[in-house]
């Protein structure tokens, strides 16, 4: 198998350093009308038109309202879009014509249906151009950037001084104007002069109504329940004037190196740094006994749940007792300690050994107030590692710092490996789940699993007072459907008949185990709103002497966090049962398309490789989903593929003003009804658009007719689009080319990053209120302007793949695993998401790619298991230690085999009173996933300084406020952190520095949105990863066990010239070899002799009959398997050119633009607290 990567990004070209080949523009060789062709591509004489024949629209889609979560959904607009044109026709063709081709009599389509097909176009032989073998010389973009005249993307670019990031010329021009020479366009095509000037690029945003006030103004405040969205408060403007960290590298004056040494040898020494001494505060939350956190795993039906939802007791004992006969022992060993449930161990401040797996968290008394867990750093940053002098009482020279004497997150990483990879049982209120780098598995006992739902804290303030202090922002980043391990099960499915969800009279929210029954069973009352609302006879059932229901261990919404319920037709839009959802694969087919070899490729392998993998329900034989297909250039073609016909048919919309599907029987069907003839179709499509000459091509058309395709079968589902170009031929959605990467980094940067208008934002609001979701595959060349296309994404919930520079030899299998993965995964259609809260907190924002036409329904046209949507809360009243708080995320679908479902994720937390005790339980990876979506949306809003400053002052607020309220007075010099937050600092500098947030010119405009929009919607287990790569050494690789090697600190001071290592962040991966690397691990790997031998531009590793090769591939594959997108591996010699790229992932050094380094990054943030704090 050959490498794949995912997104572009990130890879540095594979022939890095080489000459590109020569002929990779995007105009092909010959243009029609040139050459006295028989013309136009487009025309095609004996094809069915159906603009000709079959006048109107079909049907009008019904109304988009609904009652789904008995509330009106809000109506779309219905009036399509308004054809926009720029006005501006792109400027002067930067290549010449390409020589013509030599002519060949047009071979005759083997279908005679597809008469239009007689390609009586011109076919010049494809130009020279296909052997060229410079394969996936993505990334750097800048280094491939095409030369002014069009030529291939050169790879000219080198790393002056090895640092300075690339500096190429000006934007890829090659996106020119169509050629005059082409025919004269259908006469429906546009001359409509409707001119729509760029809106003004803030609108285009389509969170609109999430977001704080400049986005958030387009929509009407309709629908707003009892959980208004209030203007988000934190959005605020940075509050400092910091300068950039680059200013930090000398180390504060006022820090001194003597304070405080004596703590020196015990600060987080490089490894072997024990877990802190129990004398540390434990996390009050914890108080559950042991025997709580230990029940046994597979323990009868869910006996240790039963979190009465009164129980706020346990500050400092007990959890919420269970139900008697709660567990037992769990054996010995069993599962971590209470203590651990929470909250990050102390810290060792003391250094000394590790923990005793439990004993320790147990006997605390978890006084508020005690003190901390934190970690100190005083002097030691200026213990000057390589001098063994003790420093002198006076600082007299600026001193490094020792990165080992920093919070170190593998030490913290492997410390939660050690302690909770185990069983995570949801039985406790407000626990502290397991870092998502901890391999455990969740038995879910009342509360959703971590999987599904994570919050940046689990202790919320009783008062908005202390949470505003902290600064430490409230917020949930739910993943409705995220894939669980094979061990864990799904939710399960309640089917409550005729009945209906039974739900809150008042607040609507669903059963759930947190309601509380009264009155003999007669009533519940709700945890989210105190109203009591009566038991329907059908679901009564008598409590226990405890007040529980006696069924409650068999019904899975009384006693589990998360299950799914049928939906009756009150949430189906219009009452109308849906019908299964279907996937439409549209094919670009045009010159680059198929020359890339994306054609042949799809055509030849998605029905046995893709299609097989369509989702189905568990027991499912097949599956239910409904295949479409169409192929598009400057007009589309759409096929019937009925089972009955012998051949497919053609039909061809050429009048792309009002698009409509001129089929609607045949279009969409099920795979094994029509087999043959999709073989049919599948197998003709390259040979008619073999001499493809096209070069223009349109998209808005394209996606309209998708979406109409669908609204006319009354179905959701999703328009995969297979896409190479930006879209410049005369139609609706046609787009400029108006790159100019230079403002990257600037104050300008956002009108770049901003959609050039608002065409495909609108496109997509009438997408997702039909339930369809544009999965955007691109093949680009060139600039294809993402910050606009990939809006029709951000809305449906889409997500967007990209592969400069495709060639499908190199680049084929990365894509079909993609592809493959994207279809297997979708998991729900036609979503509305709404959160619930109990009284005193609501959600006042949302963050992710999805649509919202009120400020409570997260409309999403469909959902995949990566998929997050983070949501912000506030207090709107206090909270009580007694009641605690509760979060209910119902999720309202269409399941693949198109049944109406709600899934639902509820989670309980601790509420206090105590500063100390919401720093015991905060989450750092959620935060950092919030901090990032929070960045890219100011980013758009402002400008980098400002984002970067704004980050920079919450971090030190947070860590300021702790150090003032629950850190024990100590010299002003020492920087005092929080134990759950010692890495604050060091990951809000990895979100600062990555190239999505603050990319400058050395990454093309492209990749900084396709990153905008993938950090967007990142789950905390991905964005973890992706700000902080992971790094395994290889080169010493044990070949006997099944795990991972332990990840190394991402620097360069930590990689040994005889290593080699393995760096991933879950779109790219590379492998560096050092240059004293020992010939025998080379000749293991690749069978050469020497690194200098490697070809790195294989970029596939074949596995060798030898154990450490074997291993590599199976750590590899591990890798692969554990993420969302196929990582492609990129081989990186030490001192070669390509190094430096690689080096740009090692985020704890000074970055390629002058972005701070962890040691600098550290140092100034330690000034700013002590600002803050005198
Ligand atoms: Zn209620």
């Known amino acids: 198998m050959s490498a794949q990567y995912p997104g572009n990004y990130g890879h540095p070209p594979q022939g890095y350093g080489m000459p590109p080949p020569v002929n990779k523009g995007n105009m092909p060789p010959n243009l029609p009308g040139q050459s006295g062709i028989i013309g136009p591509p487009g025309g095609k004489p004996a094809m069915f038109n159906p603009n000709q024949v079959q006048n109107g629209p079909p049907g009008p889609p019904g109304p988009q309202g609904d009652n789904r979560f008995g509330a009106a959904r809000g109506a779309m607009p219905g009036q399509p879009p308004v054809g926009q044109f720029n006005g501006v026709s792109g400027a002067p063709p930067m290549r010449g014509p390409p020589p013509l081709g030599q002519m060949t009599p047009g071979a005759q389509p083997p279908n005679t249906q597809f008469s239009g097909m007689k390609i009586s176009d011109q076919h010049g032989p494809p130009p020279p151009m296909g052997q060229n073998s410079q394969h996936g010389q993505n990334f750097p973009s800048n280094r491939n950037a095409p030369p002014p005249m069009g030529g291939p993307p050169t790879s000219t670019a080198t790393f002056q001084g090895g640092m300075g990031p690339?500096?190429?010329?000006?934007?890829?021009?090659?996106?020119?104007?169509?050629?005059?020479?082409?025919?004269?366009?259908?006469?429906?095509?546009?001359?409509?002069?409707?001119?729509?000037?760029?809106p003004p690029t803030s609108m285009g945003h389509a969170p609109t109504n999430m977001g704080p006030p400049p986005t958030s103004m387009g929509h009407a405040p309709t629908n707003m329940g009892p959980h208004n969205m209030g203007p988000p408060t934190s959005m605020g403007q940075p509050l400092s004037s910091m300068g950039p960290p680059q200013n930090m590298a000398m180390p504060p004056t006022n820090m001194r190196p003597t304070q405080g040494m004596g703590h020196l040898p015990n600060m987080d020494p490089p490894q072997g740094m024990g877990p802190p001494p129990s004398r540390m505060g434990l996390p009050q939350s914890m108080g559950h006994p042991p025997s709580n956190t230990s029940a046994p795993p597979v323990g009868g039906p869910h006996q240790n749940f039963g979190m009465p939802p009164n129980s706020g007791a346990s500050q400092f004992s007990g959890g919420p007792p269970p139900p008697s006969g709660f567990n037992l022992s769990p054996g010995p060993g069993g599962f971590p300690p209470p203590g651990h449930t929470h909250g990050p161990p102390p810290t060792s401040m003391g250094g000394m050994g590790t923990v005793p797996p439990s004993s320790q968290y147990n006997a605390y008394s978890g006084m508020p107030g005690q003190q901390q867990p934190h970690d100190q750093f005083g002097q030691a940053p200026y213990n000057n590692q390589f001098s063994s002098q003790r420093p002198a009482p006076q600082q007299q020279q600026p001193r490094k710092l020792d990165p080992d004497q920093m919070p170190s997150p593998i030490q913290v990483i492997e410390e939660d490996r050690r302690n909770r990879s185990d069983l995570f049982v949801t039985n406790a209120k407000g626990a502290v789940p397991p870092l998502v780098t901890t391999d455990y598995s969740v038995q879910d006992q009342g509360n959703c699993s971590p999987r599904f739902m994570r919050s940046t804290m689990y202790n919320i303030p009783c008062t908005s007072d202390i949470l505003k202090t902290s600064h430490i922002p409230f917020s949930l980043t739910v993943t409705p459907f995220a894939k669980l391990k094979p061990q864990e099960s799904e939710p399960p499915l309640v089917d409550f008949g005729e009945l209906g969800p039974v739900r809150c009279k008042r607040c609507k929210a669903y059963i759930n185990p947190f309601m509380q029954f009264i009155d003999g069973g007669r009533r519940f009352q709700c945890v989210f709103c105190g109203c009591s609302t009566d038991v329907p006879n059908e679901y009564f059932a008598h409590l226990d002497h405890t007040g529980r229901r006696v069924d409650c261990y068999n019904r899975a919404e009384l006693c589990l966090g998360s299950y799914e319920m049928t939906a009756t037709k009150d949430y189906c839009k219009n009452s109308v049962v849906p019908k299964e959802p279907a996937f439409i694969f549209m094919i670009d087919v045009s010159y680059n398309s198929v020359k890339s070899g994306l054609v042949n490729l799809i055509c030849e392998r998605l029905k046995n490789d893709i299609l097989v993998n369509l989702p189905k329900e568990v027991d499912a034989e097949e599956s239910e989903i409904r295949v479409g297909f169409a192929t598009y250039g400057k007009e589309l073609h759409f096929y019937n593929v009925k089972g009955s016909l012998a051949q497919p048919q053609m039909l061809v919309v050429s009048d792309l003003e009002d698009v409509f599907v001129p089929l609607l029987d045949g279009f969409l069907v099920k795979l094994s009804e029509s087999s043959a003839v999709i073989d049919s179709l599948l197998a003709q499509i390259p040979q008619m658009f073999a001499e493809s000459r096209e070069t223009e091509l349109v998209l808005g058309p394209v996606i309209q007719a998708g979406l109409d395709a669908l609204k006319s079968a009354e179905r959701s589902g999703k328009l995969f689009i297979f896409h190479t170009s930006l879209p410049i031929a005369e139609a609706p959605g046609k787009l400029k080319n108006r790159d100019d990467r230079k403002l990257l980094g600037t104050d300008k940067e956002k009108t770049l990053l901003s959609p050039q208008n608002n065409f495909y934002t609108k496109l997509g609001e009438e997408c997702v209120a039909a339930g369809c979701c544009v999965e955007m595959f691109l093949f680009p060349n060139s600039y294809v302007d993402i910050a606009t296309l990939g809006e029709i994404c951000r809305i449906t919930g889409g997500n967007m793949y990209k592969y400069s520079y495709f060639q499908a030899d190199i680049d084929g299998d990365r894509f079909l695993e993609d592809l493959s993965r994207q279809v297997q995964h979708s998991k729900a259609f036609d979503v509305i998401l709404r959160v619930r809260t109990s009284t005193g907190i609501r959600p006042v924002d949302f963050y992710g790619n999805f649509y919202m036409a009120n400020t409570t329904d997260v409309e999403i046209a469909a959902l995949d298991c990566d998929q997050a949507i983070n949501v912000e809360i506030k207090h709107d009243d206090k909270l009580s230690e007694a009641d605690g708080a509760y979060v209910q995320v119902a999720i309202l679908f269409t399941s693949v085999s198109g049944k109406r479902r709600l899934r639902l994720h509820n989670l309980s937390f601790n509420c206090c009173s105590q500063m100390a005790d919401l720093f015991r339980s905060c989450e750092l990876d959620t935060l950092v996933n919030y901090f990032s979506k929070q960045a890219i949306r100011n980013m758009l809003n402002t400008n980098p300084k400002q984002v970067r400053e704004y980050i920079m002052n919450e971090v030190s607020q947070i860590l300021a406020c702790y150090r003032k309220n629950c850190a024990n007075p100590s010299s002003a010099g020492q920087l005092i952190l929080p134990e759950c937050m010692k890495l604050l600092p060091l990951y809000s500098n990895c979100i600062i520095k990555n190239d999505g947030i603050q990319g400058g010119s050395e990454i093309s405009t492209d990749d900084r949105s396709y990153l905008t929009h993938l950090i967007n919607s990142m789950s905390v287990e991905s964005s973890s990863v992706f700000f902080y790569p992971r790094l395994l050494p290889l080169h010493n690789v044990d070949t006997e066990t099944k795990e991972l090697p332990s990840a190394i600190r991402c620097s360069t001071d930590r990689l040994q010239d005889d290593g080699v290592y393995l760096l991933e962040n879950g779109l790219s991966m590379f492998l560096w070899?050092?240059?004293?690397?020992?010939?025998?691990?080379?000749?293991?790997?690749?069978?050469?002799?020497?690194?200098?031998?490697?070809?790195?531009?294989?970029?596939?590793?074949?596995?060798?009959?030898?154990?450490?090769?074997?291993?590599?591939?199976?750590?590899?594959?591990?890798i692969r398997m554990d993420r969302h997108r196929y990582l492609k591996l990129t081989i990186v010699r030490q001192r070669d050119k390509l190094e430096a790229w690689f080096n740009h992932f090692l985020v704890e050094d000074k970055g390629l633009n002058g972005s701070a380094s962890y040691v600098d990054f550290l140092c100034h943030i330690h000034k700013e607290i002590r600002n803050i704090l005198s």
């Open 1073 to 1118: 070899i050092g240059h004293n690397v020992q010939p025998k691990w080379v000749q293991s790997v690749f069978g050469v002799n020497s690194a200098a031998q490697i070809d790195i531009d294989k970029c596939q590793l074949v596995t060798m009959d030898n154990p450490v090769s074997q291993r590599l591939a199976e750590i590899i594959k591990e």
């Open 166 to 198: 690339p500096r190429m010329g000006p934007p890829p021009t090659s996106m020119g104007p169509p050629p005059t020479s082409m025919g004269p366009p259908p006469t429906s095509m546009g001359h409509t002069p409707t001119n729509m000037g760029p």
